[in-house]
């Protein structure tokens, strides 16, 4: 069974705080993601990379930063919080190929105030 | 133009009825498509997956794919309460990423 999880349910920062989001996957998948939700604006694509150390912009990388130096784990980083982060960010992962799905982790409910 | 687009809804059904959910997708070179189904607060599930023409059914749900007309449909027979959610539409387009629809509302009234 595909596990994704992420390093917190809930995290409130404070604006200017640099801010760290765990996500780790337990099935070797080579492509991981990183999604904010916002009400209306339905999932939208941060980052996302294919290997270990690559990385790739998706729709709106402004303001967030990742980090890749395990296959298992994918850091996206707030290098100074704004209070538009708030959100809630979805980590996801899946193998490479036409056909596989995609799993997502549970989700963290950032609040920047 | 989005890659995949969806009615916005909100949809709401009576319970016992039969919701349609509707998608297009503009990429014709998408293989994969796959319907995920999201409770308020929490993640997207999967909940099908279908890959060539037709209907696949699995329980009280069915996915329709016809590829020449670039369209995807969930049909949700006997609706429950329990299937009020938000259910988002996703193609694969490339190896490495999906691209998800902005969702579909389902409201099931008791």
């Known amino acids: 069974d595909v596990k994704v999880t992420q390093s917190s349910r809930y995290l409130v920062k404070r604006t200017g705080e640099k801010v760290f989001l765990e996500c780790v996957q337990d099935m070797d998948h080579e492509n991981m993601f990183w999604y904010r939700q916002d009400p209306g604006l339905g999932l939208r694509l941060i980052y996302f990379?294919?290997?270990?150390?690559?990385?790739e912009k998706g729709d709106i990388p402004e303001g967030y930063s990742v980090s890749r130096e395990k296959k298992e784990r994918f850091s996206l980083i707030l290098e100074s919080a704004s209070t538009n982060q708030t959100s809630m960010y979805l980590c996801a992962s899946r193998p490479p190929g036409l056909v596989d799905e995609q799993y997502f982790g549970p989700g963290t409910r950032l609040t920047v105030t | 133009q989005k890659e995949v687009e969806q009615n916005s809804g909100p949809l709401s059904v009576p319970e016992g009825a039969i919701a349609s959910l509707n998608c297009t997708y503009s990429?014709?070179?998408?293989?994969?498509f796959f319907w995920y189904r999201q409770y308020s607060g929490k993640s997207p599930e999967l909940i099908m997956s279908i890959y060539s023409n037709g209907d696949k059914e699995d329980g009280r749900f069915t996915a329709q794919l016809n590829k020449a007309s670039q369209y995807v449909s969930l049909l949700i027979r006997d609706s429950q309460p329990s299937d009020s959610a938000t259910y988002l539409c996703?193609?694969?387009?490339?190896?490495?990423?999906?691209?998800f629809g902005a969702g579909t509302t389902v409201t099931v009234r008791a």
């Open positions: 990379s294919y290997d270990v150390k690559m990385k």
């Open positions: 990429d014709r070179g998408s293989q994969s």
């Open positions: 996703a193609a694969v387009t490339n190896d490495y990423k999906l691209s």
